[in-house]
């Protein structure tokens, strides 16, 4: 009997049920503070610690006459009190006829209320609808759970290969440990989504911590939702002050999902210790490659908090796209996150590096698809732990075109020059004089397709130039740059998004403001100045180069002549090939030759031999160095970031499992039967509403103003503003959980009221019992992967020689029924009880040997692929020191516990439909 509605006033030694791990049986209230609340659940070891205000519990509270059964003694409950404490008192009668009280706390761990036989037998029974539902509600959630894609195929999201490929390889780890480092703008957000939501499907993890840098906090904030309906709080500052003020003294007990900007840790160093206690199940950073070694080794704040975190966290996500923009030393540094006992000395680190080209060539002569080859990819440096994607690698992105611009204007150059480097100079007037500015706004005016992306080095040159624009050109433009608050910069983002007339047509960013931002949406972009570093390059050229962008990009530099831009782009341009594709050997090629360009970026002239003789020098060097990297290091980072194949199926078993697993009939069903009110509209999208004479106060899911709502993937990636009911949307997951564990339908009653052909002819009653298979174990250790939600339907009848006996139902059998009168009902099943009795028994045996049958085959299937998996990293081990003894650990201990949960495993009633024919009497 839970009632349904959320009762959030918790107090020691009240009992709760879990409404999204109803598996642990009833919980007590151990602890509470005005932020959390923690649970025992004794049937199962576990204990839980939850968020008070988004506690995903329901009170049990039972009701005065309900039978409870106290191991061997049945008693029935005839009074119950409320303490000052808010527990619940309950009286009791024994056996014996006297009355006892029962405080809550002492009902037992593995409480089953409502019991089908006991509700048929005390008259509470419902429509045989209610049956049905229930019977589909769990095929079709033993099917969703059989195919293991639940986690993977509900995000808001294109289905890319991939990005599967990663997400899938990653999230079946225990507490994975891994840089996601795909080339600028392939979607390691996306990525990193995929991988969270198919961990917290699966019971992986439950906390988790997200850090990213500042300005891409709210980004973050929306992608989850919008994407993942994933709710983070956002811990900045700010937030952690407010909740200190307000008596919270630890922040991060307040949130199952936070999300924090990197300078709270910096700014706040107090916090580390109170977010390594918090007990993240994951932590995922983005930007990771901010963090800098700095000239003292571990110097910079930003590394020793990560570092601390992530030692504190189970499982870490790294995202860079540029591992080695602060260079090979700092890569290491990020390694050293993941696995500080692996990656413990960096020498040791560049000579292992040196194998790569030996295990290149191996796998070179081998069948990429080949064991021997998952084998070297496995055994290899880096391979487990990193995964990078290149554009190289994929196919389907747009072209890179670039437009260069050389200006030689004599007389504006000195002005042009002074501004770019002295970039405080706010004053427009030495704008005005700058070409690159004039030939700016002649261009813009003589184009006018499509928006334009402008980047500079620096804060005070971007402001200076948007005010130029907008003031003195009269263009609607827009600014971006590192002083603006978040909302500033949302706000300026989206007058930039828009399509109508009266958006902004530029966006001038400073370096920084724009890193990780979305622009694909402009084809445009200006690089008024270079930046020397060449993954900053990529940075901002990724902006426009991602994933959604529709045109081929058009890349335009304008430069003095003989000026340090024309030497920074002859560099990019004819040394390295940086604008036109991903340069991968720039980032070494950099630094080898730093001196040198520096030397010509001090003196620029641009049309020296020599000049000349170094960039054909270095271009040479770039081509051979591509060539090394291509043969070695990077095949190998390619070959273990993407396997063709394995993604291909994992696309095609996805969109099968879209057809043939659709929530929509199922859904809709529900919803009629809850008298929620809903509109199918014409284009396949359904307006869903509370109804009027709705039967719950609130339906899952279902805000009270209603909601737009749309099943198929495509419709919600071209309609945003329409909810995408996936199979993890709150309305799905809060809907199942409803019927499946609701009383309605636990017993129904038909009467058969037309010659329909009565399967049974001797027996004046047909029984369909409905059962599941009833596991007990936490989540984590993940049993739906071998054991899905498994149900079975017996349906028996009389035979004549009054043995009980398997009957079959034509299809339309429905058709002959009706909800039968309720006192004539009683009588006829008190007169029929021993009947109902010999029925159910029989169906309990076939129940029961169906079930253990199921439960054999998931141990068998079980076992296999656990041992199979724990021999695999063992031998793995002997040349890998990637693999962490914990995994091996936590895959035996896994393997054990779950033997014992299945070993518990039984068949248990979930609902019982009984027909009646009084005819056949
Ligand atoms: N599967 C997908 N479906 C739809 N859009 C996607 C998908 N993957 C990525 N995108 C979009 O492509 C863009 C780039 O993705 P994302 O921000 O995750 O890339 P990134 O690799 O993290 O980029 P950066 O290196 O700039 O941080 C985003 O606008 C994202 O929403």
Known sequence: MKQTDKLKEFSAGQRWISDTEPDLGLGMVTETDHRTVTLDFSAVDESRRYARDSAPLTRLVLNVGDPLQLGEVKVDITGIDVTAAGTLNYRVRMPEGDIKPLPEALLPDTLSM??????????????????????????LLGQAEASGLMGLCSARAELIPHQLYIADEVARRYAPRVMLADEVGLGKTIEAGLILQQQLVSGLCQRVLIIVPEPLLHQWLVEMLRRFNLHFTVLDAERCEALTESGESDPFSSTQLALCPISLFTSKPDLIAQAENAGWDLTIVDEAHHVELGAEQDADPAYLALSRLAAASKGLLLLTATPEQLGHKNHFALLRLLDPARFSDYETFVSEQKKYQDTASKISNLDKNSAKVSELLDQHGTGRILFRNTRRGLSGFPQRKLNAWPLSNQAAAGASSQTAAGADDNESGGLESDPRVQWLVQWLNENHDGKVLLICAHDALAIALEKHLRLRVGMRSSVFHRHMSLLERDRAAAYFAGDSDDAARILVCSEIGSEGRNFQFCRHLVLFDLPTNPDLLEQRIGRLDRIGQQHDIEIHV?????????????????????????????????????????AYLDVPDASSDDFNRFLADAAQQNTALQQELEQGRDQLLELNSFNAERAAELVHSIRVFEKDCSPEPWLLSVLDSYSVFYEQNSDNSVSIVP???????????????????????????????????????????????????????KASVSVYIEEHGWPAPRSPLIAQCLYRVKVSAPAHLQLAKYLPATSTTLTVALNHRDDAAQVTLPADFADALRYPNKAATREFMQEHQKTLQAMLTHANLQAAKQCQAAIDKASQRMLASQTAEIKRLLALKQNNPNIRQEEIDYLKEQTLALHQCLGKAEAELVAIHLILNPKQE
């Open 114 to 139: 409502n019991r089908p036989l006991d509700r048929l037998m005390s008259g509470q029974f419902d429509p045989a609808h209610w049956f049905r539902l229930k019977q589909q509600s769990l095929n």
């Open 558 to 598: 304008p430069y003095m002549r003989d000026s340090r831009q024309e030497v920074l782009f002859r560099w990019y341009h004819e040394a390295l090939s940086a604008f036109e594709q991903v340069s991968r050997a720039a980032f070494r090629l950099y630094n080898d030759l730093r001196p040198q360009l520096e």
């Open 691 to 745: 109804g009027e004479d709705m039967l719950l106060p609130v339906f899952p899911g279902l805000p009270d103003e209603g909601f737009e709502a749309c099943f198929q993937r495509s419709q919600a990636l071209s309609r945003e503003d329409r909810v995408f009911l996936s199979w993890q949307h709150p309305m799905i997951t809060g809907a199942m959980d409803l019927v499946i564990d609701s009383h309605q339908g």
